[in-house]
């Protein structure tokens, strides 16, 4: 193992509707693979989001961000409510609770958010594809760009010749691209050595930017061959024939969009684990999914997407490979046997549970227990 006796701090942010039922539940596993692999984890409770605009009236507080930053690692359950009711919305769009998720990302300098789409054997099932589709296999990651583009860009609405006029400008320089098309080119190399730049390069400058660097790179990865596809084709060719991918690297928002279509072809929203990396090991782990407000506190929600993100903070935040291992086969055994309703079809066999059973199953997988 060749790990024991390190102690880690890792920072957690339960968040909002959801969060804190799926962050306990990782926690739980966290606790288990912690046991087993002889490492002492301290957690470090923080706060972002809708609540902490209950508490503080902003998002996101410079002491959250100072908390951060004294931690190996931060787990985050899920921010936000539902704009049609929660007064959350009512504030100006600067203090939302999104606008913590951005900040963050920001003041932490996460550039680089993975999030993976792996269909299981055991979840062909739950596969919306087409069966032969579905037997190709899935197993891809998408490398999105965090903390630039049309999310960071100047913003501004204004009045011209008498009416509204708003505008977002999406705006990259070549480090920025370079820096994350690094961590493309180092993930496909650990894979299939397969990278697929999507952008809209027959129409935005910013994407021909994208390209060029790329373009430029790619000689110092000969081994990885690369090809590169527009954002349109590729939310379409994501459906047709997912099996084609292996590592696709794109901008903050095509990223945004195409990982949310990504979660759905493996079954649902609820299975993608997400790492948001900064320069060196520090990173935030976070499922894909939202907060999912309709359904918190009923002990529905799927705590996969959590528990295989912290799956992901051990091992490339804390290097402790082994324990990933041990979590990840606990999640797929898991599946095989027990499913909450997001992923539950009939006939499949399995058993129906809520967020805690979920959890509590995985916990005593890696603990050994059947
Ligand atoms: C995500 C979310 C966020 C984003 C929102 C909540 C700001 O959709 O993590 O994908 O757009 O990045
Ligand atoms: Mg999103």
Redesign the pocket.
């Known amino acids: 193992m060749g790990k024991e006796g390190k102690s880690f701090r890792i920072g957690v942010i339960e968040g909002d509707g959801i969060g804190p039922e799926i962050v306990r539940e990782a926690v739980r596993v966290l606790n288990q693979a912690a046991a087993r692999f002889d490492v002492s984890l301290e957690y470090v409770p923080m706060v972002m989001g809708g609540c902490s605009i209950d508490r503080y009236g902003i998002p996101l507080t410079e002491e959250t961000i100072a908390q951060a930053k004294t931690c190996d690692a931060v787990l985050m359950g899920s921010i ?1 409510g539902d704009p049609a009711v929660s007064p959350w919305y009512q504030l100006e769009p600067s203090k939302r609770p ?1 606008a913590g ?2 900040g963050i990302r920001k003041a932490l300098g996460l550039f680089a958010n993975l999030r993976f789409s792996v269909l299981y054997e055991d979840l062909k099932d739950a596969c919306p594809l087409r069966e032969d589709i579905a037997q190709e296999g899935i197993d891809f990651v998408i490398l999105r760009e965090l903390t630039g583009g049309l999310y960071f860009g100047e913003k501004k609405t204004e009045t011209v010749n008498g009416e509204a006029r708003a505008t977002d400008v999406l705006a990259y320089s070549e480090s920025e691209i370079r820096r994350i098309a690094v961590k493309a080119f180092d993930s496909a190399m650990l894979r299939r050595k397969k990278l697929t730049l999507v952008d809209k390069a027959n129409v935005l400058e910013s994407s021909r930017l994208w390209r060029k660097v790329v373009g430029e790179m790619a000689k110092e990865y000969p081994e990885v061959s690369v090809d590169y596809m527009y954002v349109d084709n590729a939310a379409m060719q994501l459906i047709r024939r997912p099996s084609q991918f292996d590592v696709i690297l794109t901008e903050n928002m095509f990223g ?1 969009i195409l ?1 949310d279509e990504a979660s759905m072809v493996t079954g649902s929203i609820g299975m993608q684990p997400s790492a948001s990396l900064a320069e060196g090991r520090f990173g935030l782990y976070e499922p ?1 999914h ?1 907060s999912a407000p309709d359904i918190a506190g009923q002990d529905k929600a799927n705590p996969l997407a959590t528990i295989l993100s912290a799956a992901c903070m051990l091992r490339y935040s804390l290097g402790l490979e082994e324990a990933a291992d041990a979590i990840e086969k606990a999640v797929i055994e898991a599946i095989g046997k027990v499913r909450t309703a997001d992923l539950k079809t009939d006939g499949d066999g399995t058993k129906l549970v809520g967020c805690t059973e979920m959890g509590q199953y995985v916990a005593r997988l890696i603990g050994g227990e059947k």
């Open positions: 936000g999104e998720l951005l945004d990982s894909s939202g």
